[in-house]
């Protein structure tokens, strides 16, 4: 079992839908991140939560909007994405530098197919 | 900015043979992390190894090693004996050091294949 668990792990939608990724860490974390994985590219960092506050937003589109309710806690939204968008959304988390632990640690990601 | 280079797309070896897959990256700082993680085709990432740039010594994992050549920016994985589950997507990855700049940074990937 991994201590950063993503829901739902495959997701179909329509680009008028409206829809959220959820991502919840049982590791003790106090920085989340979402990453997006398109085929033939490097990860891509999105955003970045320390203590619930959004430290990074690495300029994602406005139909991408973030929601970290508290440390163990993070959702993506999505609305009027298009078929672009369809890429493997991974969770992640971690300690804040500093901090003895800070390596990341991911989720198993969400399959996103927007049609 | 921070870059990370893999320069193998893909990768074979034969089972229980040795391979090695390379990484380089590019910084300014003195001080930062280095990884390796592995994704197989469940697609989770998971942690191979990491290296703290102000350790001379390379870290090692089991069948798992690093070469770090911090002047040359080089962080290579070497695979010993290798085992039909090592078939996988590797990442290299670059963390700064800096507060408030916990972004890992990945490189493109090497697919390696294991040969029965």
């Known amino acids: 079992e991994t201590g950063v668990t993503q829901t739902p792990r495959h997701l179909v939608m329509g680009m008028t839908n409206k829809k959220s990724l959820k991502c919840e860490q049982h590791?003790?974390?106090?920085?989340m991140y979402w990453y997006k994985q398109s085929a033939k590219k490097p990860l891509e960092l999105m955003f970045v939560?320390?203590?619930?506050?959004?430290?990074e937003n690495n300029s994602v589109p406005s139909r991408f909007s973030p929601e970290c309710p508290n440390s163990s806690h993070l959702f993506l939204h999505l609305h009027t994405l298009q078929p672009e968008d369809s890429a493997l959304y991974l969770c992640?988390?971690?300690?804040?530098?500093?901090?003895?632990?800070?390596?990341?640690?991911f989720g198993e990601g969400s399959w996103l197919t927007v049609v | 900015a921070q870059t990370v280079t893999q320069s193998q797309p893909e990768m074979s070896v034969q089972e229980a043979e040795t391979v090695t897959l390379s990484c380089t990256y590019d910084t300014s700082e003195s001080d930062y992390y280095l990884f390796w993680y592995k994704q197989p085709p469940s697609r989770q990432m998971i942690l191979v190894i990491r290296q703290e740039a102000y350790k001379q010594q390379n870290a090692t994992e089991n069948r798992f090693s690093v070469n770090f050549q911090k002047a040359a920016k080089s962080f290579s994985l070497k695979i010993s004996d290798s085992q039909l589950g090592d078939a996988a997507m590797y990442f290299c990855a670059y963390r700064s050091e800096d507060f408030g700049n916990e972004k890992l940074t990945f490189g493109t990937g090497t697919r390696l294949t294991i040969i029965p």
């Open positions: 590791l003790g974390h106090n920085a």
């Open positions: 939560y320390n203590f619930k506050e959004q430290t």
């Open positions: 992640a988390s971690s300690q804040l530098i500093g901090v003895t632990g800070n390596t990341i640690y």
